[in-house]
């Protein structure tokens, strides 16, 4: 069971706006660094955001991090078909010792 | 550009061991800002992470699969490698192996990047 929270799904029009949120605790989120993956359907995880809130080359700025407290959110702006992928929310947790993912969300563009 | 490719069985039998390397090509597995690590996800399921290796062997492990993991560092082949023991079908996943980089030396400020394409494991007699 994972310790970090999201919604199993969003589903927004296209060019509109979607945000998911990421539920953790003192000794994930609220200490360390918050990542997003996303994962095309049948791919690998790619990261997305980076260091709460940073985009690594190649990403779109139609993604953006934030973080406050204990929650983060991934926001996607000007939705596109291509955005229909699962993201993860993920951090090092300091007091399981290790790296935990979010229960992941499902994002589909109507 | 970084690259990693998983290989090993696709099929393991139940209380046997799961054995999979991740072979690192375009770059070197002995730097020093980088750890390395395995992930896995159940059909259907979510990312759970298993492990990350340093290559001096120095190892963090899932709590709750430590009992069963073992991972290890090949530097002269610029491969990591992952065992897993007494597997039952909930083992059954694909397994991805990822670059663990980000702040030197603070785990805190780390993530996974990139990835390798993942390679599916069953587990059945």
């Known amino acids: 069971q994972s310790v970090l929270t999201q919604p199993p799904s969003v589903s927004e029009a296209p060019r509109q706006r979607v945000t998911i949120s990421c539920s953790g605790s003192s000794s994930n989120i609220g200490n360390n660094a918050v990542n997003w993956y996303q994962q095309l359907p049948g791919k690998a995880p790619k990261l997305l955001i980076y260091?709460?809130?940073l985009l690594p080359s190649g990403v779109s700025d139609r993604f953006s991090g934030s973080k406050s407290g204990t929650s983060a959110s991934l926001a996607i702006s000007g939705l596109q078909s291509e955005d229909e992928a699962d993201y993860y929310c993920?951090?090092?947790?300091?007091?399981?010792?290790?790296?935990?993912f979010g229960t992941g969300t499902k994002v589909t563009v109507l | 550009q970084l690259q990693l490719q998983e290989s090993g069985p696709g099929l393991v039998k139940p209380s046997e061991t799961l054995s999979l390397t991740c072979t690192v090509s375009g770059g070197s597995i002995s730097s020093s800002s980088y750890y390395w690590g395995w992930i896995r996800q159940p059909p259907g399921k979510g990312l759970e992470w298993i492990g990350s290796i340093y290559y001096s062997g120095s190892t963090y492990y899932n709590p709750s699969l430590k009992s069963r993991v073992t991972i290890s560092v090949d530097t002269s082949k610029n491969q990591f490698s992952l065992k897993l023991s007494s597997v039952t079908a909930a083992d059954t996943a694909v397994y991805y192996c990822?670059?663990?980089?980000?702040?030197?030396?603070?785990?805190?400020?780390?993530?996974?990047?990139?990835w390798g394409q993942g390679t599916l494991v069953t587990v059945s007699s």
């Open positions: 260091y709460d809130d």
């Open positions: 993920a951090a090092w947790d300091d007091s399981l010792n290790g790296y935990v």
């Open positions: 990822a670059r663990f980089g980000g702040a030197e030396g603070i785990f805190g400020v780390k993530w996974f990047d990139p």
